[in-house]
């Protein structure tokens, strides 16, 4: 019988990379929904394989969004919220500030897409003692924003100084992509003291270095036989490791410079769409080869069946 394992994808749009790397213009939320939603399922209808969508508040709230997201439901993928305006520094948030931020999320993604929420992902992997407090309070299953790799704060430097913040900016998003000390956390899942669990998204065993199919297209910019090769020594490790994988997957990852000029900027643009859709094919194909691989709510479920917890999760209506 084959170990649980999860794909996720959080659904940044256009609009919030820009206002994450301090671009001007993101106050109109321009977004790619339209282009890469499409992409993504028909891939995963190939592979026959249903995920779990971390989708942001803001998009739902926006008429253009709306068929796209309508269909990722239809597909009878899971809905998950990824905050309301994709804000990766909600560790800095108050209560009633975090309440508002997620609610608000809640209501727009349902009212769009007939699903209630129970999962969570910060944005930049923000996350806080308070910010599981507020989801245990609001009923949520579980968590998805650890992030084990000391890679995390090097992909930070990368970023801003790629980027166009201010300097105060640049201190507001300190906590980005997480800390050193997350390398040394536990790569399974787990349950936090109030119940809830937390799913983190996997790195490579005993490296810690990140498998996500982003940092597999900056790997293939250089060669795709090394990305291949590098992502099936995760795998491997992970076999041996006794680790079941939380895959990560971006849209970014479905598409190219030239349908995104704007995001020349972003590791791995450069490579032709079509490529790189069949490299996050090979990575699915692969998990699915030697895990059973569902939505973060089924891998969430295994793991509370298997320490014979009482979670409070319940699957959403198909």
């Known amino acids: 019988m084959k170990h649980a394992a999860s794909i996720s994808l959080d659904l940044d749009n256009l609009w919030s990379y820009l206002k994450t790397q301090g671009v001007s213009g993101w106050e109109s939320f321009p977004s790619y929904l339209d282009l890469v939603v499409p992409r993504i399922l028909d891939m995963l209808n190939r592979c026959g394989q249903r995920i779990t969508f ?3 508040g803001q998009d739902a709230t926006i008429e253009s969004n709306r068929a796209a997201l309508k269909k990722i439901a239809e597909a009878g993928h899971e809905i998950a919220n990824h905050s309301f305006m994709h804000e990766p520094w909600l560790h800095l948030y108050s209560r009633e500030q975090l309440h508002a931020e ?3 999320a809640e209501n727009a993604i349902a009212a769009v897409t007939g699903k209630t929420t129970r999962g969570f992902r910060g944005p930049g992997f923000s996350t806080s003692p308070l910010v599981r407090e507020v989801l245990t309070e609001r009923g949520y ?3 998805a924003s650890i992030f084990p790799s000391a890679l995390g704060p090097v992909a930070r430097l990368f970023f801003f100084l790629n980027s166009k913040l201010s300097a105060e900016e640049k201190k507001q998003r300190g906590g ?3 800390k050193f ?6 790569l399974s899942p787990f349950a ?3 119940g809830l669990i937390e799913l983190p998204v996997t790195t490579m065993p005993l490296l810690r270095l990140p498998v996500h199919t982003t940092y597999l297209m900056f790997l293939a910019q250089k060669s795709e036989l090394l990305a291949k090769l590098y992502w099936n020594s995760a795998v491997t490790l992970c076999r041996v490791r006794g680790v079941a ?3 990560l997957l971006h849209p970014t990852d479905f598409l190219d410079v030239q349908d995104v000029p704007e995001l020349r900027f972003f590791p791995g643009m450069k490579l032709p769409a079509q490529q790189k859709i069949a490299l996050v094919e ?3 194909r692969s998990l699915q080869q030697h895990w059973q691989a569902g939505t973060m709510s089924e891998h969430a479920e295994a793991f509370a069946a298997m320490h014979s917890t009482q979670p409070r999760l319940s699957t959403q209506p198909a």
């Open 54 to 56: 971390f989708i942001v």
């Open 102 to 104: 997620i609610g608000g």
């Open 141 to 143: 299953d579980y968590d």
């Open 176 to 178: 980005l992509y997480g």
């Open 181 to 186: 000390s997350d390398a040394f956390g536990t």
């Open 192 to 194: 936090w003291s109030n």
């Open 245 to 247: 994988p939380s895959l």
């Open 282 to 284: 090979h990575a699915v």
